[in-house]
């Protein structure tokens, strides 16, 4: 996959437009912020329309038209910025979406984790909501639902696309999607 870094520094205006657009402006904000550094982004290629095709069959879900559209514009983002310590840039920051081939999925319980190391059901909130009326359902983060992790966040938490309330005739939901859109089986 071809990588290029674009490397801006605090108070320099050396982004693109559609950077900014992408980042929502996160990356001006930071340049302009006291202290701010080496504020990095590393620019990808496109993921090609079969990649994306290819991983909603793999795991019976389509992305949503946003989501899509990000992939087609860059297959994924990583960025990074450092404050100023005593003179000397110390990383401090980073925001991360995973290519469309990382999108992997989240599973309840891990395979490979430490004997108290909490899963995705010990985040689940088993308080009733009753009272809330008019918010959205929060995602159940367990087995009636698909998870997949955009962002590692350095193994300090995991930013998340959650399709709820998933049942197995979410599969054959795809296939037609795609038939209906042209797209190859």
Same mark, same amino acid.
């Given at each position: 996959?071809?990588? !290029?870094?674009?490397?801006?520094?605090?108070? +320099?205006?050396?982004?693109?437009?559609?950077?900014?657009?992408?980042?929502?402006?996160?990356?001006?904000? #930071?340049?302009? *912020?006291?202290?701010?550094?080496?504020?990095?982004?590393?620019?990808?290629?496109? &993921?090609?329309?079969? &990649?994306?095709?290819?991983?909603?069959? !793999?795991?019976?879900?389509?992305?949503?038209?946003? @989501?899509?559209? /990000?992939?087609?514009?860059?297959?994924? /983002?990583?960025?990074?910025?450092?404050?100023?310590?005593?003179?000397?840039?110390? %990383? #401090?920051?980073?925001?991360?979406?995973? *290519?469309? +081939?990382?999108?992997?999925?989240?599973? =309840?319980? $891990?395979?490979?984790? @430490? $004997?108290? &190391?909490?899963? #995705?059901?010990?985040?689940?909130?088993?308080?009733?909501?009753?009272?809330?009326?008019?918010? %959205?359902?929060? $995602?159940?983060?367990? +087995?009636?639902? @698909?998870?997949?992790?955009?962002? %590692?966040?350095?193994?300090?938490?995991?930013?998340?696309?959650?399709?709820?309330?998933?049942?197995?005739?979410?599969?054959?939901?795809?296939?037609?999607?795609?038939?209906?859109?042209? &797209? =190859?089986?």
């Amino acid at each position: 996959m071809e990588e !290029k870094a674009l490397r801006s520094v605090s108070g +320099s205006s050396s982004t693109k437009p559609y950077l900014e657009k992408l980042t929502l402006g996160v990356t001006r904000i #930071l340049e302009a *912020s006291p202290g701010v550094t080496e504020v990095t982004f590393v620019e990808k290629v496109p &993921a090609e329309r079969h &990649a994306i095709v290819s991983w909603e069959q !793999k795991n019976a879900c389509v992305l949503p038209e946003d @989501l899509k559209n /990000f992939y087609l514009m860059t297959d994924g /983002f990583h960025m990074t910025w450092s404050v100023k310590f005593d003179d000397n840039p110390m %990383p #401090l920051g980073s925001m991360t979406i995973n *290519s469309i +081939s990382k999108l992997n999925r989240v599973r =309840a319980s $891990p395979v490979y984790a @430490l $004997p108290n &190391a909490p899963t #995705l059901a010990d985040l689940e909130d088993t308080d009733d909501e009753e009272g809330n009326s008019g918010q %959205p359902e929060k $995602p159940h983060l367990d +087995s009636r639902s @698909l998870v997949f992790e955009l962002d %590692p966040c350095g193994g300090n938490g995991k930013v998340c696309l959650v399709y709820k309330n998933t049942k197995p005739a979410m599969v054959q939901h795809v296939q037609a999607h795609h038939r209906q859109h042209g &797209a =190859a089986l």
